[in-house]
Every structure is written in C-alpha cells, then in structure tokens.
C-alpha cells in the first residue's frame, strides 16, 4: 500500500485529490488548520481506505514532524496543497500589509519546503512531490501579487528540486479555477458559481502521480483531453 501525504486536505482540492487516492488503495495521511473539518473529512476518507488526520499549520515545524512520523518510514507521494490567500479583499501591492505576506509566504513557500526537507529521507527513489501552483504565479493579474508570488516562488523551488533530485518526480501544477472557498474569498460577494468544482481537476493530478510524465510545470486540465 502506497503512502502520500496531502495537505490542506479538509475541503477542495485536497479533500477530493485524497478521495481518489484512498479509493486507488493509498495510504492516506491528511492535515488542516480547522480541526473539525478535518475530523469530518477524515471520517469520510476512513470509510474508503486507511488515512491519518493530523490537524495544523504547515508553517509550524514541529506539525510538519507530526506529519512524516504518521507517514512512516516509506513516502512515496507528498501533496503541498496547503495554501494562504492573504487578506481579501486582495489588496494592491502598494497596499499589502508585510505581515499577512510574511504569513502568506510562511505557508505557501517555506511550509512546503519544510515538509520536503522533512519527508525526502524517506521517499524512495521514483516518489512524487507535487506542489499546487496557480495560473498567478505567471500572469500578473491586479491584486495578485502577495498570492501569486508566493506560488512563483514555489514553481522556482520545485524546478531546483528537480534539478537537485533526478531520482524523484517532482511537479508544479495549477490545477485551475475552482469553486472553492478560497476562489470565493478572493472575489468576496461575487457569483463563482460557474467554476468547475475541484474534482474537475483531480484527472489530471492522477496523470502526474500514475503516469511517467518527465519533473516540470503542468495545468492541471490539460493532462485531462475530455475537460482541457
């Protein structure tokens, strides 16, 4: 039985990355900030295979410690999908307060290469690390700036890895508009109701994980013929 970790994994992408894992016959270790939505996921995914739920921050170390030791000593795939939007409405960077992107940059850049510094000793040679990007890490969209350079930053980190790791696989991939809470709290009071939800972009996070796709940058959607 394989093992994966998938962060932020209470709702969205992560909840529904883990379904499908747990339904494929993984091991699933999972975390979040909220506890109860945690819980109520992890009940969920209990019913459709083996998963451990360690409530956190991936920002914290110690959580980060919490998580590789429920892991065990074989990881083979690690999700970085634990993400922080920053203040909403989203703020032009002029006006950006420093200390929510210090907290932006804490949980969507150093929280992940945390947990890859943690877990690596433990992912055998061909394991997947695949962090969740965004389509604002490369187009400047107004507003975006503390959130889409924090994923910036995270697709430079992820195509050193790759270079520094040739026995791994190791993917940025933005897995598109969504009909999340976080899409949602970025354009507060506005219908998002036309976005796919997130299982539209769980296929082609699978042809990453499953298939023999060289380490670099995909779109989600575009691994999937039927929704690119």
Do not use: C
């Amino acid at each position: 039985m394989p093992t994966a970790i998938v962060t932020g994994a209470s709702r969205g992408l992560g909840l529904a990355l883990s379904r499908a894992l747990a339904e494929r016959g993984w091991r699933v270790v999972v975390d979040a900030r909220g506890v109860e939505e945690l819980e109520a996921a992890g009940d969920e995914l209990a019913a459709l295979g083996d998963v451990s739920v360690v409530p956190g921050d991936v920002a914290d170390a110690s959580h980060r410690g919490a998580l590789v030791a429920a892991a065990g000593e074989r990881i083979d795939l690690l999700v970085n999908n634990a993400s922080l939007l920053g203040p909403s409405p989203l703020p032009a960077l002029a006006d950006h307060p420093l200390d929510a992107l210090e907290d932006v940059y804490r949980v969507n850049v150093l929280g992940p290469l945390g947990l890859v510094q943690a877990a690596l000793r433990r992912m055998p040679e061909g394991a997947r690390i695949l962090n969740v990007s965004s389509d604002a890490a490369v187009e400047a969209y107004e507003g975006w700036g503390g959130y889409g350079s924090s994923k910036a930053a995270l697709d430079h980190l992820s195509r050193v890895l790759a270079a520094e790791r040739p026995d791994l696989r190791v993917y940025s991939v933005d897995p598109g508009d969504m009909r999340t809470r976080m899409h949602q709290d970025a354009f507060p009071g506005e219908d998002i109701s036309d976005r796919p939800p997130p299982e539209a972009s769980v296929p082609g996070l699978l042809a990453l994980i499953e298939g023999d796709l060289p380490s670099g940058r995909y779109v989600a959607r575009e691994l999937s013929p039927s929704l690119a």
